[in-house]
C-alpha cells in the first residue's frame, strides 16, 4: 500500500479522522477569519507559484540560513533550471512585487497569501514537511513603525475572533546595515572564548551566522550573559523601536521584549516578531515576522521597505477551541420509500439547493432504518422523510436528528421553513 510521504499528511473531512488538528472545516475556519481580516485592513490577495528558480531563495532567505542551507525541495529540471519547492513566500512574493512593478502603482502594497510551504524538517507535533501558511506582506516607501503596530493589531483581532487564547507577543529589533557589524563584531569577540562549549551548529554559526547562535535552546544558558543587540542599535534603529512599542502601548496591546529573538531568515531588519501559545508544547510560535528593508535590492528591484508576517495555519488549527461545528455539513438529509417519491423527491432536491440548502440524497432506495443510519453518520441536522402513501396526502415528513421530533409539512411550508433559517 502507498502512504503518504513521512512527515506530510492529509487533511480530511470531520467524517473520516478523528484527529481535529487535520479537520479540513477546521482549516477553512481559520482562513475565513483571516480573509475577513484582510478585507477590513485593506489587503488583497496575491497567489504565486509553489515553485520558483532556486536562486530566489538562496538570495532572498540567505545562503547561510537553515532554511536554505538544509531544509529545501530543489531539482535540477530537464533544461537545467534549478527549481525549488517554496519554504517560505516572502521572497517570492516580493519577486512577484519586482516583476509586475507594483511599486510604479502604488506607494503602498498590501498583500496576503495562503497556501502550502515546504521545508525538509524533522518533523515532530505542530512541524511538517508540508505545512500551510497565511501570509502578508507591506511593501512600499514607508517603513513607519505605525505599519507594525497595525499589523499586530489585525493579527490579535484574527486570535480573538479565533478564540485562541493563551499567548504571548515577544518583540525584538535587530539593528540595520548601520549597526549590525558592530553587533556581529561584538558577539564574535565575547563568543570566542566560549566557542569549545557551543554545539557544532553554533560553531558553524560563529562562522556564518552569528546572530542565529542567539536563536539555539541547547546553547542558551552558556549565551546568557551576552551583550543584547538592544543595547548596540544605533540611534534610528532605536527610535524606530521605541515609536514601535509606544504605538503598541497606545492600542493596549501587552508584548515582552525579547532580546535573543533573531527569527530563522537572514532578510529581516529592525522589528522582529513572534507570537507563541503557551498550549502548544516544544513547537510553540504561532507566528512570527518582521521588518525586511532591503529585501527588494537584494532581489534586484527598486530600494523598497518591508514588513510582514507567516502564521502557521496547521498550528492555529491546532489551538482552535475543540467544539468549533463544521457550517459546511449538509443540514438535511431526504429519505424516499419508493419509485414515486423518489422521483418526487429527486425534483424537491433541485428546488432545496437552489434556495441555497445544503442537502444530500442517495440513490439506492434503502429502508429507512439504513437511511437513517447514514444520515445520523453524515451528522445532519434533520431528515427530510417522503413515502408515497404521505405524497398522497401532500405530506412530508421533517424529523429532528437530535431531539427526534418529527413534523408534518407541506412542500411550500418546508421551503418558507428552510428560508427562515437563512
Ligand atoms: P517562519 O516562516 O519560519 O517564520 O514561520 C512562520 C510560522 O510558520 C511559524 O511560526 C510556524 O507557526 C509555522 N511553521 C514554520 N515551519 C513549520 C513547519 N515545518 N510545520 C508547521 N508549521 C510551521
Redesign the pocket.
Known amino acids: 500500500m502507498i502512504k503518504t510521504v513521512k512527515y506530510t499528511r492529509d487533511i480530511l473531512p470531520e467524517e473520516f479522522t478523528n484527529d481535529l488538528s487535520a479537520q479540513s472545516h477546521r482549516f477553512q475556519h481559520v482562513e475565513a477569519v483571516a480573509r475577513e481580516a484582510f478585507r477590513r485592513y485593506g489587503y488583497r490577495e496575491i497567489r504565486t507559484p509553489i515553485f520558483e528558480h532556486t536562486e530566489l531563495f538562496a538570495r532572498g532567505v540567505g545562503q547561510e540560513t537553515d532554511i536554505v542551507s538544509k531544509e529545501m525541495y530543489s531539482w535540477t529540471d530537464v533544461n537545467n533550471d534549478r527549481l525549488t519547492l517554496r519554504p ?1 513566500n516572502t521572497a517570492p512574493v516580493i519577486r512577484s512585487y519586482i516583476e509586475h512593478k507594483m511599486w510604479a502603482s502604488s506607494d503602498l502594497v498590501k498583500l496576503f497569501y495562503i497556501g502550502p510551504m515546504f ?1 525538509r ?1 524533522r518533523g515532530q507535533k ?4 508540508q ?1 500551510y ?1 497565511i501570509g502578508v506582506e507591506v511593501l512600499g516607501k514607508s517603513d513607519n513603525p505605525a505599519i507594525e503596530a497595525e499589523v499586530i493589531e489585525m493579527i490579535y483581532w484574527i486570535l480573538d475572533e479565533l478564540k485562541i487564547s493563551d499567548t504571548e507577543l515577544l518583540v525584538n529589533s535587530v539593528g540595520c546595515p548601520a549597526c549590525r557589524p558592530q553587533f556581529n563584531e561584538t558577539l564574535r569577540r565575547e563568543l570566542a572564548p566560549l566557542l569549545r562549549e557551543l554545539c557544532a551548529d553554533c560553531n558553524r554559526r560563529y562562522e556564518t551566522n552569528i546572530l542565529r547562535v542567539l536563536d539555539c535552546k541547547q546553547d542558551a544558558e552558556r549565551t546568557a550573559q551576552l551583550t543584547p543587540i538592544l543595547d548596540l542599535l544605533c540611534r534610528e534603529c532605536n527610535l524606530h523601536f521605541l515609536q514601535f512599542r509606544s504605538y503598541l502601548d497606545h492600542k493596549g496591546i501587552p508584548y515582552r521584549v525579547e532580546p535573543r529573538l533573531v ?3 537572514d532578510y529581516y531588519t529592525r522589528t522582529a516578531f ?1 507570537v507563541t501559545s503557551r498550549t502548544l508544547g516544544a513547537q510553540s ?4 515576522g518582521g521588518r525586511y528593508d532591503g529585501l527588494s535590492e537584494t532581489l534586484g528591484g527598486p530600494p523598497t521597505k518591508g514588513f510582514g508576517f ?3 495555519l ?2 492555529f488549527v491546532m489551538s482552535l477551541p475543540h467544539d468549533l461545528a463544521d457550517p459546511s455539513r449538509p443540514e438535511l438529509y431526504i429519505a424516499y420509500l419508493g419509485e414515486r417519491a423518489f422521483a418526487y423527491a429527486m425534483t424537491l432536491i433541485s428546488k432545496l439547493r437552489r434556495q441555497g440548502i445544503a442537502c444530500v440524497m442517495d440513490f439506492e432506495q434503502r429502508s429507512l432504518r439504513s437511511a437513517m443510519k447514514l444520515a445520523d453518520k453524515l451528522k445532519v441536522a434533520k431528515v427530510l422523510i417522503v413515502g408515497d402513501n404521505e405524497l398522497d396526502q401532500g405530506q412530508l415528513i421533517l424529523r429532528d436528528m437530535r431531539s427526534g421530533e418529527q413534523q408534518l409539512l407541506t412542500e411550500d411550508e418546508l421551503l418558507r421553513f428552510f428560508h427562515g433559517q437563512k
Open positions: 517560505e521545508r524538517e505542530g512541524r511538517f514537511r505545512f501558511q527569527r530563522g531568515l513572534e510560535a504561532l507566528l512570527g507567516a502564521l502557521g496547521d498550528r
